[in-house]
C-alpha cells in the first residue's frame, strides 16, 4: 500500500499543479475523513485500530476518491464521498478484504448520481485560466455556500467549463466533427489541456507499480487494450465521429483507473486468465458508457459493473491444477 | 539432461545447511530407555508380538504389520520390554498412541543377520519380503511402507524410470546430504538392486544445485561405479522440488494424474535415506533400526547430522549436540516448512523423523498475527500444485467443504509455500488441514450411514424372506392337513354353516 501512496505522487502533483489548490482541498478532506471514519468503524467492532490504520489502505482510498473528484468542490462532497467509501462500501460488508465493491468508485458513483450539478463542475487547468485563482478563492469556494446570482457564483462560471470527455460528447451530439470539437481551447495537443499531462504522470506512477511488482501487468493492460481496441476500431471506421485512441487513454480516469482503481486486490479478479478479461470488459464498458451511455466518463461504472462479475469470473478462469484434466 | 520446471514454488530456501552438514555423522549413544510408537507408519497400527517382562534383541521384530498398508517394528537395541502403553509420539494432533518400551541392558546383543553376498540370487518376491520384514516405510518423511512401491511381483506397472529423490527442499535439513556424501557406495548398490527388482531401465539421482560437493562426490563415486542406467542430476534449488510430485515433474515433464500413483506412469520416486535402508536389508541383513537425522536450529548449542536408534527420546539427540541455548523456543519435528510442534522432548525418534529443529523466536515462521486477506493472490503464484489458496481459504473458513472440494482442496501436497508468500501471514494450511480432516470425516461419515443403510435393508429383507418362508410354512401346513381323512372337512363345514343360521 505505501508503494502505491509512492506512486500516486507524479500524478497527484500534476493534478494539482495543472487544476490549482481545489484538488489539494479535496485530498485534505478525503483522507483526513476517510482516516476517521477507518478509525470510527474499527473502534465500534472492537478491532486493533492503529495496526489496521498503518496498512493505509483508508488512505488509499481516500486518495483514489480525491482524485477521481471535480477539480473544485464544495467541502461536503468530499466528506460524503469518504463516509460512504469506508462505512459503507467498507465496513458495513466486513471491512478490509471482505468488500465486494471498489470503495472509492461506489462513493464515486453515488456523488454522481445524487449531486449531478456539484459534481460536474471543473476548473479549467491554469494554464486557460487569464488571471490565475487565488487560495482565497478557492478557499471561499470550498467552503461558502454558493447561490445563484452572487460573486461566488459568476467566478465559479467564469473559471470552470466541461470536461474534454464531456465536450466531446454533447458536441459530437450535436453533429460537429472530432475535428471542429477539438478546435475548443480545452483541447491540447494530445488530448485535454491539463488533462493529457495528469495522465501521463498517472502512467509513470502505474510502471513503477508494475516494476516493484506490486502489481501484476494482466488488469491495467486489460482495461488499457480493451479501451484502445474499441476506439482505434471506431476511429479507423469513422474518424470524423470518432475521437483517437489516444484521446481516450489519455483523457478521464482511463489511467488512474487502469492502474490504480481496476487493480484494487480486494474487488478484482484472483485467477491470472480472470484478471485479464476482467481489465479487458472494464476498458470494453469504459469506452461503451463514455460513447453511448448518460455519462461522459464510464470507468467507475465499469469497475463497479465488473466487481460483480468477479465471483463468475473467478469461477470459470481456474488454472488446471496439477495432475488434474 | 533436460529439466523441466514445475510451477509456482520459492526461490533460494536453501537455508542454515550448513549448520549442521560439515561435521561428519556422528553416532548417538544407545539411551537406557527405548520407545516406540505403534503408529509410525502410514497405515494400520503394528501389532505388538512381545509382553511386558520379555528379553528382546537388537532387530528382533516387537510388532509385526497388521494388513496390507502397515510395517513391522524392530527392537533397536537389547533389552528387556518394560510397558507397553499409550504414549505421546511425533503426530500433528499431539494425541499419543499405544507404544512399546524397551529398558536397554546395554550390551546391544543382535539377532542373527542374514545377509546376501550376491543379491541377484534372490527372486524379486524374496527382495520384497526382505524389505516388508525389515519394517522399511519412507525415511523421507513420509513413511509409507516402501514394499508396496517396489513390489513389481503383484503388479503389472511398466516401471521405466526409478527417480532417486536427494532434494532436500526444506531449509536446515540435510541428512540425506551427509548420507550421500558417506555412504555413496552403499546408496549406489540400493539404487542397483531397486533397478533389479523394478526392471526400470534407468535411475535418475536427483539432488539440488546448491549441494556441489555431494555432486562431485557421486559422479565420481558412479563413474568408479561404471553402471550407465545410473545418472545423477543436478535440479534447481526452488522449494518443494523435493515433494515426489514436484520432482517427477521437473525430471520428465509429467504429472502424476490426481488420485493416481507414480507406478500408473511408470515411475517410482524413493527417498536416498530408504535406498540405504534397503541396502543394508538386503546386502548385510540388517532390518531398519536406526537412521540419520539432523538436529539443528538456533536453539541447540552443536547442530549435527546424527546416525540414531529409532526410539531414543529427542532429550538425548539434544544432550548429543550439547544441549539447548538460550533462545530455543520451539521444538519443530521435520523441517520449519512442513513440520510439526512438539509438546516435549521426551517424544521418541520414529522411522519418518528426518530432522529435530529446535527453533528460536526469530526462526518460528508464523508468529505474526494474522491480517484480512486482501486477495492479492500472491499465494496462488507460489503453488507448485496450481491451486487458488486464497478461494479455498475463503470456503475453509465458511465451512463451505463441497465447494473447497470443487476448488480440489485435496490435491494440495501441504508445503507451506502459500503460508510464507502470504503478506498477511494468514496461516493457510493449517486452514487446508483442518478442511481436508472435515471433508475426510463426512467421507467417513457418509461411508458409515451407508453402511448402516445396507444392514438395515438387508435385516428388512431378511424378517420380510423369514415372514415368506413362515407364511409357506404355514401354507403347506394347511395344505397338508387338507390331504387328511374327510371327516376334520366335514365338521369345519358343519361349523361354517351354523354360523349364518345362529345369526338370523
Same mark, same amino acid.
Given at each position: 500500500?505505501?508503494?502505491?501512496?509512492?506512486?500516486?505522487?507524479?500524478?497527484?502533483?500534476?493534478?494539482?499543479?495543472?487544476?490549482?489548490?481545489?484538488?489539494?482541498?479535496?485530498?485534505?478532506?478525503?483522507?483526513?475523513?476517510?482516516?476517521?471514519?477507518?478509525?470510527?468503524?474499527?473502534?465500534?467492532?472492537?478491532?486493533?485500530?492503529?495496526?489496521?490504520?498503518?496498512?493505509?489502505?483508508?488512505?488509499?482510498?481516500?486518495?483514489?476518491?480525491?482524485?477521481?473528484?471535480?477539480?473544485?468542490?464544495?467541502?461536503?462532497?468530499?466528506?460524503?464521498?469518504?463516509?460512504?467509501?469506508?462505512?459503507?462500501?467498507?465496513?458495513?460488508?466486513?471491512?478490509? *478484504?471482505?468488500?465486494?465493491?471498489?470503495?472509492?468508485?461506489?462513493?464515486?458513483?453515488?456523488?454522481?448520481?445524487?449531486?449531478?450539478?456539484?459534481?460536474?463542475?471543473?476548473?479549467?487547468?491554469?494554464?486557460?485560466?487569464?488571471?490565475?485563482?487565488?487560495?482565497?478563492?478557492?478557499?471561499?469556494?470550498?467552503?461558502?455556500?454558493?447561490?445563484?446570482?452572487?460573486?461566488?457564483?459568476?467566478?465559479?462560471?467564469?473559471?470552470?467549463?466541461?470536461?474534454?470527455?464531456?465536450?466531446?460528447?454533447?458536441?459530437?451530439?450535436?453533429?460537429?466533427?472530432?475535428?471542429?470539437?477539438?478546435?475548443?481551447?480545452?483541447?491540447?495537443?494530445?488530448? *485535454?489541456?491539463?488533462?493529457?499531462?495528469?495522465?501521463?504522470?498517472?502512467?509513470?506512477?502505474?510502471?513503477?507499480?508494475?516494476?516493484?511488482?506490486?502489481?501484476?501487468?494482466?488488469?491495467?493492460?486489460?482495461?488499457?487494450?480493451?479501451?484502445?481496441?474499441?476506439?482505434?476500431?471506431?476511429?479507423?471506421?469513422?474518424?470524423?465521429?470518432?475521437?483517437?485512441?489516444?484521446?481516450?487513454?489519455?483523457?478521464?480516469?482511463?489511467?488512474?483507473?487502469?492502474?490504480?482503481?481496476?487493480?484494487?486486490?480486494?474487488?478484482?479478479?484472483?485467477?491470472?486468465?480472470?484478471?485479464?478479461?476482467?481489465?479487458?470488459?472494464?476498458?470494453?464498458?469504459?469506452?461503451?458508457?463514455?460513447?453511448?451511455?448518460?455519462?461522459?466518463?464510464?470507468?467507475?461504472?465499469?469497475?463497479?459493473?465488473?466487481?460483480?462479475?468477479?465471483?463468475?469470473?473467478?469461477?470459470?478462469?481456474?488454472?488446471?491444477?496439477?495432475?488434474?484434466? | 539432461?533436460?529439466?523441466?520446471?514445475?510451477?509456482?514454488?520459492?526461490?533460494?530456501?536453501? !537455508?542454515?545447511?550448513?549448520?549442521?552438514?560439515?561435521?561428519?555423522?556422528?553416532?548417538?549413544?544407545?539411551?537406557?530407555?527405548?520407545?516406540?510408537?505403534?503408529?509410525?507408519?502410514?497405515?494400520?497400527?503394528?501389532?505388538? #508380538?512381545?509382553?511386558?517382562?520379555?528379553?528382546?534383541? %537388537?532387530?528382533?521384530?516387537?510388532?509385526?504389520?497388521?494388513?496390507?498398508?502397515?510395517?513391522? =517394528?524392530?527392537?533397536?537395541?537389547?533389552?528387556?520390554?518394560?510397558?507397553?502403553?499409550?504414549?505421546?509420539?511425533?503426530?500433528?494432533? +499431539?494425541?499419543? $498412541?499405544?507404544?512399546?518400551?524397551?529398558?536397554?541392558?546395554?550390551?546391544?546383543?543382535?539377532?542373527?543377520?542374514?545377509?546376501?553376498?550376491?543379491?541377484?540370487? #534372490?527372486?524379486?518376491?524374496?527382495?520384497?519380503?526382505?524389505?516388508?520384514?525389515?519394517?522399511?516405510?519412507?525415511? &523421507?518423511?513420509?513413511?509409507?511402507?516402501?514394499?508396496?512401491?517396489?513390489?513389481?511381483?503383484?503388479?503389472?506397472?511398466?516401471?521405466?524410470?526409478?527417480?532417486?529423490?536427494?532434494?532436500?527442499?526444506?531449509?536446515?535439513?540435510?541428512?540425506?546430504?551427509?548420507?550421500?556424501?558417506?555412504?555413496?557406495?552403499?546408496?549406489?548398490?540400493?539404487?542397483?538392486?531397486?533397478?533389479?527388482?523394478? +526392471?526400470?531401465?534407468?535411475?535418475?539421482?536427483?539432488? !539440488?544445485?546448491?549441494?556441489?560437493?555431494?555432486?562431485?562426490?557421486?559422479?565420481?563415486?558412479?563413474?568408479?561405479?561404471?553402471?550407465?542406467?545410473?545418472?545423477?542430476?543436478? =535440479?534447481?534449488?526452488?522449494?518443494?522440488?523435493?515433494?515426489?510430485?514436484?520432482? =517427477?515433474?521437473?525430471?520428465? +515433464?509429467?504429472?502424476?494424474?490426481?488420485?493416481?500413483?507414480?507406478?500408473?506412469?511408470?515411475?517410482?520416486?524413493?527417498?536416498? &535415506?530408504?535406498?540405504?535402508?534397503?541396502?543394508?536389508?538386503?546386502?548385510?541383513?540388517?532390518?531398519?533400526?536406526?537412521?540419520?537425522?539432523?538436529?539443528?536450529?538456533?536453539?541447540?548449542?552443536?547442530?549435527?547430522?546424527?546416525?540414531?536408534?529409532?526410539?531414543?527420546?529427542?532429550?538425548?539427540?539434544?544432550?548429543?549436540?550439547?544441549?539447548?541455548?538460550?533462545?530455543?523456543? %520451539?521444538?519443530?519435528?521435520?523441517?520449519?516448512?512442513? +513440520?510439526?510442534?512438539?509438546?516435549?522432548?521426551?517424544?521418541?525418534?520414529?522411522?519418518?523423523?528426518?530432522?529435530?529443529?529446535?527453533?528460536?523466536?526469530?526462526?518460528?515462521?508464523?508468529?505474526?498475527?494474522?491480517?484480512? $486477506?486482501?486477495?492479492?493472490?500472491?499465494?496462488?503464484?507460489?503453488?507448485? @500444485?496450481?491451486?487458488?489458496?486464497?478461494?479455498?481459504?475463503?470456503?475453509?473458513?465458511?465451512?463451505?467443504?463441497?465447494?473447497?472440494?470443487?476448488?480440489?482442496?485435496?490435491?494440495?501436497? !501441504?508445503?507451506?509455500?502459500?503460508?510464507?508468500?502470504?503478506?498477511?501471514?494468514?496461516?493457510?494450511?493449517?486452514?487446508?488441514?483442518?478442511?481436508?480432516?472435515? #471433508?475426510?470425516?463426512?467421507?467417513?461419515?457418509?461411508?458409515?450411514?451407508?453402511?448402516?443403510? =445396507?444392514?438395515?435393508?438387508?435385516?428388512?429383507?431378511?424378517?420380510?424372506?423369514?415372514?415368506?418362508?413362515?407364511?409357506?410354512?404355514? %401354507?403347506?401346513?394347511?395344505?397338508?392337513?387338507?390331504?387328511?381323512?374327510?371327516?376334520?372337512?366335514?365338521?369345519?363345514? @358343519?361349523?361354517?354353516?351354523?354360523?349364518?343360521?345362529? !345369526?338370523?
Amino acid at each position: 500500500m505505501l508503494w502505491v501512496l509512492i506512486a500516486l505522487v507524479p500524478g497527484s502533483v500534476t493534478m494539482i499543479w495543472q487544476f490549482g489548490y481545489g484538488v489539494l482541498f479535496n485530498i485534505i478532506i478525503c483522507v483526513s475523513t476517510a482516516i476517521m471514519a477507518e478509525a470510527l468503524m474499527l473502534a465500534c467492532r472492537g478491532r486493533p485500530i492503529i495496526p489496521t490504520l498503518m496498512d493505509f489502505s483508508a488512505l488509499v482510498t481516500g486518495l483514489l476518491l480525491a482524485l477521481a473528484l471535480p477539480t473544485i468542490a464544495p467541502w461536503w462532497i468530499p466528506f460524503i464521498g469518504a463516509i460512504i467509501a469506508i462505512i459503507i462500501t467498507k465496513h458495513l460488508y466486513g471491512g478490509l *478484504g471482505y468488500n465486494p465493491f471498489n470503495p472509492a468508485m461506489i462513493a464515486f458513483a453515488v456523488l454522481i448520481v445524487s449531486f449531478p450539478k456539484s459534481m460536474t463542475v471543473w476548473v479549467l487547468p491554469a494554464s486557460l485560466i487569464p488571471d490565475g485563482l487565488s487560495i482565497a478563492d478557492v478557499v471561499s469556494l470550498v467552503f461558502s455556500p454558493i447561490s445563484d446570482n452572487t460573486p461566488l457564483q459568476s467566478l465559479l462560471d467564469g473559471i470552470t467549463a466541461a470536461t474534454p470527455l464531456d465536450q466531446m460528447k454533447t458536441q459530437l451530439n450535436l453533429n460537429l466533427t472530432v475535428q471542429e470539437v477539438q478546435a475548443n481551447h480545452v483541447f491540447g495537443s494530445l488530448a *485535454g489541456e491539463g488533462w493529457q499531462w495528469v495522465a501521463i504522470a498517472y502512467f509513470i506512477g502505474g510502471i513503477t507499480l508494475l516494476a516493484k511488482r506490486v502489481i501484476s501487468w494482466q488488469i491495467p493492460l486489460g482495461v488499457l487494450l480493451g479501451l484502445f481496441a474499441c476506439s482505434m476500431l471506431t476511429y479507423l471506421l469513422e474518424p470524423s465521429s470518432a475521437p483517437s485512441p489516444l484521446f481516450h487513454l489519455l483523457s478521464g480516469g482511463a489511467m488512474l483507473g487502469a492502474f490504480f482503481i481496476a487493480t484494487d486486490p480486494v474487488t478484482a479478479s484472483t485467477t491470472v486468465k480472470g484478471r485479464f478479461i476482467f481489465g479487458l470488459l472494464i476498458g470494453l464498458l469504459t469506452y461503451i458508457i463514455r460513447t453511448w451511455g448518460g455519462y461522459p466518463e464510464g470507468i467507475a461504472f465499469a469497475v463497479i459493473l465488473m466487481n460483480m462479475a468477479v465471483p463468475l469470473i473467478d469461477q470459470y478462469t481456474q488454472p488446471r491444477v496439477y495432475g488434474q484434466k | 539432461m533436460k529439466l523441466w520446471s514445475f510451477k509456482g514454488g520459492l526461490p533460494a530456501l536453501a !537455508e542454515h545447511k550448513n549448520d549442521s552438514s560439515p561435521v561428519a555423522i556422528e553416532t548417538a549413544p544407545v539411551p537406557s530407555t527405548l520407545v516406540y510408537p505403534l503408529r509410525q507408519h502410514i497405515g494400520n497400527p503394528a501389532k505388538p #508380538l512381545v509382553a511386558v517382562g520379555e528379553h528382546v534383541l %537388537r532387530g528382533q521384530k516387537i510388532a509385526e504389520a497388521d494388513g496390507f498398508v502397515s510395517a513391522p =517394528i524392530h527392537a533397536s537395541s537389547s533389552g528387556v520390554i518394560s510397558d507397553i502403553s499409550e504414549q505421546l509420539f511425533p503426530h500433528p494432533s +499431539g494425541l499419543s $498412541c499405544q507404544s512399546i518400551s524397551i529398558k536397554t541392558d546395554g550390551l546391544d546383543q543382535e539377532v542373527e543377520a542374514h545377509s546376501h553376498a550376491d543379491f541377484r540370487q #534372490l527372486s524379486i518376491l524374496e527382495l520384497v519380503n526382505i524389505v516388508h520384514d525389515a519394517g522399511i516405510v519412507g525415511l &523421507g518423511g513420509a513413511a509409507f511402507p516402501s514394499y508396496i512401491k517396489i513390489d513389481n511381483h503383484s503388479h503389472d506397472w511398466n516401471i521405466h524410470t526409478l527417480i532417486l529423490n536427494g532434494a532436500e527442499c526444506e531449509p536446515y535439513i540435510s541428512c540425506d546430504n551427509s548420507l550421500l556424501m558417506e555412504r555413496a557406495q552403499c546408496v549406489t548398490e540400493g539404487i542397483e538392486i531397486l533397478l533389479h527388482m523394478l +526392471g526400470a531401465k534407468k535411475a535418475i539421482l536427483a539432488i !539440488e544445485d546448491h549441494a556441489e560437493l555431494t555432486f562431485a562426490h557421486l559422479t565420481k563415486t558412479l563413474s568408479d561405479h561404471n553402471n550407465e542406467a545410473i545418472q545423477v542430476v543436478q =535440479i534447481p534449488t526452488i522449494y518443494p522440488t523435493g515433494g515426489e510430485k514436484q520432482l =517427477i515433474q521437473t525430471l520428465t +515433464g509429467r504429472e502424476v494424474p490426481s488420485g493416481k500413483i507414480p507406478a500408473n506412469i511408470g515411475i517410482v520416486c524413493i527417498n536416498v &535415506g530408504t535406498v540405504y535402508a534397503i541396502q543394508q536389508a538386503v546386502v548385510k541383513g540388517k532390518v531398519l533400526t536406526s537412521r540419520v537425522v539432523t538436529v539443528t536450529g538456533d536453539g541447540v548449542s552443536t547442530p549435527k547430522n546424527l546416525e540414531a536408534r529409532i526410539g531414543t527420546p529427542i532429550s538425548q539427540l539434544i544432550d548429543v549436540c550439547h544441549g539447548y541455548t538460550q533462545q530455543a523456543e %520451539r521444538l519443530i519435528a521435520g523441517g520449519p516448512m512442513m +513440520g510439526f510442534a512438539l509438546s516435549s522432548d521426551e517424544i521418541p525418534l520414529i522411522k519418518a523423523s528426518n530432522c529435530v529443529l529446535v527453533a528460536s523466536k526469530e526462526e518460528v515462521v508464523t508468529h505474526k498475527q494474522a491480517m484480512p $486477506c486482501i486477495r492479492c493472490g500472491e499465494c496462488a503464484s507460489v503453488c507448485p @500444485v496450481s491451486l487458488l489458496p486464497q478461494q479455498l481459504y475463503w470456503h475453509s473458513r465458511s465451512d463451505q467443504l463441497d465447494k473447497a472440494a470443487s476448488f480440489n482442496l485435496l490435491d494440495c501436497i !501441504e508445503c507451506g509455500s502459500c503460508d510464507i508468500a502470504c503478506p498477511s501471514h494468514i496461516p493457510l494450511v493449517q486452514h487446508f488441514r483442518y478442511a481436508k480432516s472435515m #471433508l475426510k470425516a463426512q467421507q467417513h461419515e457418509k461411508q458409515q450411514s451407508d453402511t448402516a443403510r =445396507i444392514r438395515f435393508e438387508a435385516r428388512e429383507a431378511r424378517i420380510a424372506r423369514d415372514k415368506a418362508e413362515r407364511a409357506e410354512k404355514s %401354507r403347506k401346513k394347511k395344505a397338508a392337513l387338507k390331504s387328511k381323512p374327510v371327516k376334520d372337512d366335514v365338521d369345519t363345514t @358343519v361349523a361354517k354353516t351354523t354360523i349364518p343360521s345362529s !345369526e338370523t
